[in-house]
């Protein structure tokens, strides 16, 4: 698993962050999710975009320890946003 955390150079304006869960059976599984602070509501927006090879293919399916790893990708984004 790849995680890439591409923080703008603005604290809090916008967050990206894109992680590879691909594997030999199920290649490009990369998961990206963007943060951004949207002026006109004055909140946070969070976008998750999953691009899949296949599109017929909804399902994502992790053994154990892509699970735990994809948890921690999304608890330091959760760990971000507790500590605006």
């Known amino acids: 698993m790849v995680i890439t955390n591409l923080d703008s ?3 809090y304006t916008n ?22 602070f949207n002026h006109s509501t004055n909140e946070y927006e969070y976008n998750i975009q999953a691009q899949w090879i296949n599109h ?12 735990l790893d994809f948890a921690k990708a999304v608890n330091k984004i959760a760990e971000k946003i507790l500590n605006r």
């Open 15 to 36: 967050d990206f962050i894109s992680i590879d869960l691909s594997n030999p059976s199920h290649p490009n599984r990369i998961l990206d999710i963007y943060g951004r």
């Open 9 to 11: 150079e603005y604290e």
């Open 56 to 67: 017929e293919e909804r399902t994502l399916e992790l053994d154990e320890k892509l699970f």
